[in-house]
């Protein structure tokens, strides 16, 4: 499987992250919508998969559930979708590279933050409720169970499971980035994805779909998922923006090493000689 190097990798999400910023708005909400829809489906598979396994089985079923949720960004990834965890890594990196504005950067954020939120609610609402997957026996249980989970965590401890998290699932997008390949792009989503899961930190855009299904289920309310949304979005945001876009943006191409000079011009290089 071909793959490339970090410095380039660095090049190839400054890129991808002042597309995102310049896309229309007709675009990224449509693009939003999925991404909050696929990671939904994602969790739903994770509830369904989960839910009903014998006790004993211990944290294996957490694993179990684990492996199937990164469907969700692998979808986003390959089949296209605007994920806010994702971009707040992407447009983060482009925007210290002063590709993007810091208001183009506040812009796709919130675009992408409420269409990612129409999404969730659509699975949680159409999928959830209507077609009652989770609003019955263990999967009922299992739904309120997660939510539960999630906003009995303070606010700090909200805050820093989702740094965890979008630590973990900005540097699943950066390595996808890394990856000439659909299979390649599928293995490094899968395990930072998979860990962030089994680890139990806290997605943004997951937590749109686990609690709202709760809350349709009657458990919970609106002002107990705002009160969930606010750290875990700041959470997210530090750490996608700051653990894997500043980072590697210091790291690679804040200081330009001669490595990083000579790499790029053979890249350019072969770019002239395709286009011959």
Not at 185 to 190: E, N, V
Request: include cysteine; hydrophobic fraction near 55%.
């Amino acid at each position: 499987m071909a793959f490339h190097s970090p410095q380039r990798i660095a090049q190839l999400a400054v890129e991808a992250g002042t597309r995102k910023a310049t896309l229309p708005l007709g675009s990224m909400l449509i693009l939003g919508f999925l991404a909050g829809a696929f990671i939904s489906l994602g969790y739903l598979l994770d509830i369904r998969v989960v839910a009903d396994l014998p006790e004993e089985w211990g944290t294996f079923g957490t694993f179990l559930g684990a492996a199937v949720f990164p469907v969700g960004l692998i979808l986003i990834i390959i089949a296209g979708g605007e994920l806010l965890t994702g971009n707040m890594m992407a447009v983060s990196i482009a925007c210290l590279s002063r590709q993007v504005t810091i208001r183009q950067l506040l812009i796709n954020w919130f675009w992408i933050t409420i269409s990612n939120f129409i999404g969730a609610l659509f699975v949680a609402y159409c999928f959830g409720h209507v077609a009652g997957l989770i609003e019955a026996g263990p999967y009922l249980t299992k739904t309120v169970a997660i939510a539960q989970a999630k906003l009995g965590e303070d606010f700090w401890e909200s805050l820093f499971s989702a740094i965890g998290c979008n630590w973990l699932v900005g540097l699943a997008v950066w390595l996808a980035y890394g990856a000439e390949d659909i299979g390649g792009k599928i293995l490094a989503i899968l395990f930072p994805i998979m860990g962030f899961v089994a680890i139990g930190f806290q997605h943004v855009v997951a937590n749109m779909f686990v609690i709202p299904a709760a809350i349709f289920a009657g458990h919970f309310s609106w002002a107990d998922y705002i009160s969930n949304f606010i750290p875990v979005f700041i959470g997210n945001a530090i750490g996608g923006s700051m653990f894997v876009a500043m980072a590697y943006w210091i790291a690679y191409l804040g200081y330009t090493t001669p490595a990083a000079s000579s790499e790029n011009k053979l890249h350019q290089m072969k770019n002239r000689k395709i286009r011959r």
